[in-house]
């Protein structure tokens, strides 16, 4: 099947196929930053359990090593052939 077959033959189809494309990329806009609201609550709760109050205090050394740490490794362990 070549190129030009695939492409859309009429402009309502060019449209239809444009707003189908928009759609889904709203979509997962949408349920990812569900997700990471629910990361940072997750966040809030592990690290400060009793509430914070502002000026927002320093992590230790380890914690913060511990969540770079981590926010390096992750990609690399999803990213990795099976």
Request: aromatic content about 16%.
């Given at each position: 099947?070549?190129i030009a ?23 997962f806009g ?15 709760q592990i ?36």
């Amino acid at each position: 099947m070549s190129i030009a077959e695939k492409a859309p033959h009429t402009v309502s189809e060019l449209l239809k196929t444009t707003f189908k494309t928009f759609l889904i990329v709203v979509v997962f806009g949408i349920a990812f930053g569900y997700i990471e609201a629910a990361v940072v609550v997750y966040l809030r709760q592990i690290f400060y359990p009793d509430g914070f109050t502002f000026p927002i205090t320093i992590f230790d050394d380890i914690e913060l090593n511990c969540l770079v740490g981590w926010a390096y490794l992750l990609p690399l362990v999803r990213s990795a052939p099976c």
